[in-house]
């Protein structure tokens, strides 16, 4: 699905400030738990909607134990600067008709969804910590289940594969590019 692997410079900016990225990760799980009660808003039916609603349950759950490996290492949780990432993913986004804006929603939801597993992945790998290593390896198999129903949930309102192809490019550019801020998705 991702057009790209992350870039080798990302790992060790995030490893040298784990502290940051475990912030980022606090804010992005909130994040995607309301993206996700959102499109249970939009929902035509209720499989579709009980699926999603169990999906920002999840998410929360995730927000909860990230808050607590911040409260773990001392780290209080506070404001910061999203990464550029989502934005410019959905910018790519059409807005109307909404079976369209729909389509391309899920579809980017499940891209960013897949770029966290790939991330969780390595961070599993590469993390010394005992308690984080657990905790990037527990997330990982969520992030793979989330992206799939993301994908059959964009099915359910349009032709997917076109609209990943461009909008799995466009996320890969914006990989490619980077940023230099310490985040889950810079």
């Given at each position: 699905m991702l057009r790209c692997t992350t870039p080798d410079r990302w790992l060790p900016m995030v490893l040298a400030d784990?502290?940051?990225l475990l912030l980022d990760h606090a804010h992005n799980e909130k994040k995607a738990a309301s993206t996700v009660l959102s499109f249970v808003f939009r929902a035509p039916d209720a499989e579709l909607s009980a699926a999603l609603s169990r999906m920002a349950r999840e998410e929360l759950t995730h927000f909860e134990m990230v808050l607590r490996e911040l409260k773990r290492r001392g780290v209080p949780f506070g404001r910061l600067t999203p990464a550029a990432?989502?934005?410019?993913?959905?910018e790519g986004c059409r807005k109307r008709p909404e079976a369209d804006a729909l389509v391309d929603a899920f579809v980017a939801a499940a891209l960013i969804e897949a770029r966290s597993a790939e991330r969780l992945a390595l961070l599993a790998e590469a993390v010394t910590d005992p308690e984080?290593?657990?905790?990037?390896?527990a997330l990982h198999p969520a992030e793979e289940r989330h992206h799939a129903l993301l994908l059959e949930?964009?099915?359910r309102f349009g032709d997917v594969e076109p609209r990943?192809?461009?909008l799995a490019e466009r996320e890969a550019a914006i990989v490619r590019?980077?940023?230099s801020l310490v985040r889950m998705h810079a």
């Open positions: 784990l502290d940051t990432y989502a934005g410019r993913l959905v984080l290593r657990a905790l990037y390896a949930a964009a099915a990943l192809e461009v590019q980077g940023e």
